[in-house]
């Protein structure tokens, strides 16, 4: 196994009870690493480990790991998929895009569209964005929810508690059917993102990453905090904690999200299959005939 000199990053950002609070995460901490250069070492022996720990992964074909990703626009979630899987099998690895729900997918409860795209046993699956724009996007912009068709009666005021209590029975089923559930809050700074946003204008070969919608959501800062805040609160849990991480820094947000995916995977102590004694029979006669034929 490849080694990791920064598996302390897995624990420093992950929060699993009701305790957190949003402002005390600096969206610019690198937890004293002060190298860019060290860090981008570290990330790239970080794709070798979890290389390996995917094969294994697919190997076993008993779990299966969901990587969660939420974050305000710019915020860095497409280059850090990007990154932590770019040494992973692709045949082992599917990822699932949420944006605006389809008229199929209202017609269902808010759940159905994750529930159809989850990863196999022995698959790395991403959510670039997820069932938690319910309590997010759709708690912000109260005129999402009247589009949902859900009956007046089951509209009460209490419906983001209700909501955050589904996501997290659906975390225990899954969780206890084996599939790993990594959730990951990508934090930026407004000033971050005003300067991505704008480098976005500036570049040509980034002005079709900008959406105008960018910038009405911009606006909307303040309610998103308290919406992200709140979801974190009320759905990290000891079997399915969030990891909040500063994202002003790709360079660190990378290191740390990597850091977690494979201290997760290694506690699941992955190993190749083990051969029954028949199995072990049927590879002895398989390799006798097939050297006969040579």
């Given at each position: 196994?490849?080694?990791?000199?920064?598996?302390e990053?897995a624990?420093?950002?992950?929060?699993?009870?009701?305790k957190?609070?949003l402002?005390?995460?600096?969206p610019?901490?690198?937890a004293?690493?002060?190298s860019?250069d060290k860090?981008?070492?570290?990330?790239?022996?970080?794709?070798?480990?979890?290389?390996?720990?995917?094969?294994?992964?697919?190997?076993?074909n008993?779990?299966?790991?969901?990587?969660l990703?939420?974050?305000?626009?710019?915020?860095?979630?497409?280059?850090?998929?990007?990154?932590?899987?770019s040494g992973?099998n692709?045949?082992?690895?599917?990822?699932?895009?949420?944006?605006?729900?389809?008229?199929a997918?209202?017609?269902?409860?808010?759940?159905?569209?994750a529930s159809n795209v989850?990863?196999?046993?022995g698959?790395i699956?991403v959510?670039?964005?997820?069932?938690?724009e319910?309590?997010?996007?759709?708690?912000?912009h109260?005129?999402?929810?009247?589009?949902?068709?859900?009956?007046?009666?089951l509209?009460?005021k209490n419906?983001w508690?209700?909501?955050?209590?589904s996501?997290n029975?659906?975390?225990?089923?899954?969780?206890?059917?084996?599939?790993?559930?990594?959730?990951?809050?990508?934090?930026v700074s407004?000033?971050?993102?005003r300067?991505?946003l704008?480098d976005?204008l500036?570049e040509?070969?980034?002005?079709?990453?900008?959406?105008?919608?960018?910038?009405?959501?911009r606006k909307?800062w303040?309610?998103?905090?308290?919406?992200?805040?709140?979801m974190?609160?009320?759905t990290a849990?000891?079997?399915?904690p969030?990891?909040?991480?500063?994202?002003?820094?790709?360079?660190?947000?990378?290191?740390v999200?990597s850091?977690?995916?494979?201290e997760?995977m290694r506690?699941?102590?992955?190993?190749?299959?083990?051969?029954?004694?028949?199995e072990?029979?049927?590879?002895?006669?398989?390799?006798?005939?097939?050297k006969?034929?040579?």
């Open positions: 196994m490849a080694s990791f000199p920064h598996a990053l624990r420093r950002y992950c929060v699993s009870d009701a957190f609070r402002s005390k995460v600096n610019g901490d690198t004293g690493l002060k860019k860090a981008v070492d570290a990330s790239g022996a970080a794709v070798t480990a979890l290389c390996e720990l995917q094969e294994l992964l697919y190997a076993q008993e779990w299966s790991v969901l990587l990703f939420q974050a305000m626009d710019a915020a860095g979630k497409d280059g850090t998929i990007k990154h932590v899987l992973v692709p045949q082992g690895c599917r990822v699932a895009t949420f944006k605006a729900p389809s008229p997918e209202l017609s269902h409860d808010f759940l159905w569209r989850l990863p196999h046993r698959e699956g959510f670039n964005r997820s069932y938690y319910e309590v997010l996007v759709v708690r912000v109260p005129e999402f929810l009247e589009k949902q068709g859900l009956p007046k009666p509209l009460p419906i508690a209700e909501r955050f209590q996501i029975d659906f975390e225990r089923h899954l969780t206890r059917s084996g599939t790993v559930v990594l959730k990951f809050f990508l934090h407004p000033e971050e993102q300067k991505r704008l976005r500036d040509k070969e980034k002005n079709w990453k900008f959406e105008k919608g960018d910038l009405k959501e909307l303040g309610q998103y905090m308290t919406a992200y805040e709140q974190v609160q009320n849990t000891e079997f399915a969030w990891y909040v991480v500063p994202a002003d820094h790709k360079w660190f947000t990378r290191l999200v850091s977690v995916v494979i997760r506690a699941l102590g992955l190993r190749v299959p083990v051969l029954s004694a028949t072990e029979k049927e590879v002895v006669a398989a390799r006798a005939a097939l006969a034929r040579t």
